[in-house]
């Protein structure tokens, strides 16, 4: 497993200039034959942000604070938490199906298909670039400049990209033979965004939330991100002062990774005979 793994990382750094070029076409060609072009990659995120902003502060009036301290506008704790969510959420979904839509390009015998979920990974790279420049501009207009925390959102989203990286290699190597898990994973998505607190804050939940439950909300991968980019943008809180989350967080993706890519290679050689 760990030889198989290795094997992966020397084709991406071998193939990364490719890797890069892929990357760019893919996300040129996503949205090809529509007026607005790429442009469509970034609408879909901010008009959600914007409902869930209207239906939570709005209509609901849910409020955020800094460590229990001043009210933060909403809107502002709530991108800081859904934006690493739409970099996980559009990894994922694409990457599920990337063997499925290059399906000409495993049939070729001589095209290395391992760096096939790089690529899509990379390609959703562009976009949570954007958002994250979006998130610093917003806490800006709003009287919170960046400061040396803010650095920790590369090191989160280091650790979201790895995350989604691993899976993608599983999802997209049983999805070639058992098709259904495009659609489980667009429900398991669906599930998560509410699973993981992103609209809601986990600590104002304790008193009404199981103390099991509460454990199982904290063991999704996900509510270390999400926290994180918090921490990083809003608590000021380095990822080194939750040494038992990190440590479980970092262990949880390499074993991820180390399935998703060993998965992969068992299955790779029926790839072509089955698309």
Not at 25 to 52: C, E, R
Not at 213 to 234: D, M, Q, S
Request: contains cysteine; charged residues 10%.
């Amino acid at each position: 497993m760990n030889q198989t793994s290795g094997n992966i990382i020397t084709e991406i750094i071998k193939n990364r200039q490719l890797i890069q070029s892929l990357a760019k076409n893919d996300f040129k060609t996503k949205f090809a034959g529509s007026y607005l072009g790429t442009i469509w990659a970034f609408v879909q995120p901010v008009i959600t942000v914007l409902i869930y902003w209207f239906v939570f502060d709005k209509a609901i009036g849910m409020r955020a604070s800094i460590r229990g301290e001043l009210p933060l506008p909403y809107v502002l704790w709530l991108v800081a938490g859904i934006v690493p969510w739409f970099f996980f959420s559009d990894c994922i979904s694409a990457g599920t199906s990337v063997l499925v839509e290059y399906n000409y390009l495993v049939k070729k015998v001589v095209f290395n298909i391992d760096i096939l979920p790089v690529v899509k990974v990379f390609s959703s790279i562009f976009v949570h670039v954007f958002f994250v420049v979006v998130t610093v501009c917003l806490f800006l207009l709003y009287g919170y400049p960046p400061d040396f925390y803010v650095i920790q959102a590369v090191y989160y989203s280091m650790g979201v990209l790895l995350l989604a990286l691993g899976m993608s290699y599983l999802t997209s190597a049983v999805s070639v033979f058992f098709p259904d898990v495009r659609q489980i994973v667009n429900i398991a998505l669906q599930i998560g965004v509410w699973a993981t607190p992103i609209m809601w804050n986990l600590d104002d939940m304790k008193a009404n939330i199981p103390g099991f439950a509460l454990v199982l909300l904290k063991c999704n991968p996900l509510y270390y991100i999400v926290t994180g980019y918090r921490e990083a943008f809003i608590d000021k809180v380095w990822f080194w002062e939750h040494p038992g989350l990190t440590i479980y967080f970092w262990v949880f993706t390499l074993l991820v990774c180390f399935l998703g890519v060993g998965v992969f290679q068992r299955l790779k050689i029926h790839f072509a005979d089955v698309l």
